[in-house]
């Protein structure tokens, strides 16, 4: 009918073991978890290493390349402080050659007037000229005096002429000369400004990429600082769980060496339990059965006073044959156990009222049911005869599957052995002393 739960190997009385398994592989598990973490904050660490060497040797080549253009900026003003000598000298030039311009300019308006005459006398000999002496002899004297004149006045007028023609030619150069001039110092002016203005905005991007590389450079720093703080708080921890691991191991070796001797102890108690139960009597503060079970047959005392319903082995009441054994018994009557065992149940179970099973050792049960109220507890250990449970004032129906014609309380026996029901009637001593129940066994 019921299924007894293995035997007790430990006494209940003893505290837990303190060692938890799961707890150790538990912080193992943190343990390499923290590891795994580690390593990879140890690589971004490394890349963080590089990212700033990269960024330093970046900042290096800007501040090659600013003072490359601090240079070429001294270069610069060198040439505009050049440029600006020539551009005074090409003014003191330009002012020079005004001057002589003016001058070439006054000296012609002076000589207006005798070159109005050249001009004049010019125009005149065009319209008409002297005869020519080989044609008109006649006129012989009009040529000489032509020629007297003309030999008189053509030197001043190619004098007068030859100079003018110089200071128009010199006034022409110097206009050339000053317009070169101007369009060399407007080009160099020109060219010089550019120059200012790309030298200018290339120091501008190289300060730009600078102060960008630098923040770059000062978010690295903070996360190589952020990253260096994790490792180490990740190390402390590591070591934090190393340290906890160590001791658990510790704590379970202990624990087991303390099992191991208790288990030794417990051993010992039982050796010398069963030498002493095999010389005197039983000690009543024994923790362990005084006798092993199989040992026993015709020596126990039924649990409680009162008369035989069913036996083993008979018709339950539908069709099946009893596994254990029913007792009616008197109201409120109180259930004895029958041996020395441990407890390993004791409450309701389904229908069968109060339930009660005992571990009396070498792989022998006895579960006994129907009671009304129970009065141990499970893992406690209980002598033969001490009492466990009292029977109520009416039978519970569900306690045996059958129709009794007894309404007195019944109480239900079975013993097991490996599992297997077995005939509790051997173990009686016989049918006077079940009605003789007392707390000797």
Partial sequence: MFQAAPALATDPSEPPDPSEPGVASELEQQKQTSNLELRSLAEQ??????????LDQDIAA????????????EQTAARRAELDERIAAGEASMAGLSERQEAVRL????RR???????GALQRIGRDPPPALLVSPEDALSSVRSAILLGAVVPEIRAETEALAADLKELAALRQAIALERGALAKALEENEAEERRLAELASEKSALEAESRRRLDRERQRAEALSVRSAELEAVIATLATEIDQLEQAAEAARRAEEERQRRLAEQLERARAYAAAALPDKNRIAPAY?????TGTLVRPVQGDPV????EDDGAGHGLTGEIIAT??????RAPADGW???????????????LDTGDNHHVVLAGMEDIRVGPGQFVLSGEPLAAMGKTRFAGSAALTLVSERPTLYIEFRKDGQPVDPREWWKDEISSREASNDT
């Fill in 45 to 54: 660490s490394a890349a963080a290493e590089r990212a700033l060497a990269a």
């Fill in 62 to 73: 800007l501040r090659d390349d600013q003072r490359e253009l601090d240079e070429k900026i």
């Fill in 107 to 110: 000296s012609l308006i002076s």
């Fill in 113 to 119: 007037a005798v070159l109005a005459e050249v001009l």
């Fill in 292 to 296: 092993a079970f199989s040992k026993l």
């Fill in 310 to 313: 069913r036996r083993f082995g």
């Fill in 330 to 335: 008197g109201q409120d009557a109180v259930v």
């Fill in 343 to 357: 407890v390993v149940h004791a409450g309701p179970f389904r229908s069968y009222g109060q339930v009660v099973i």
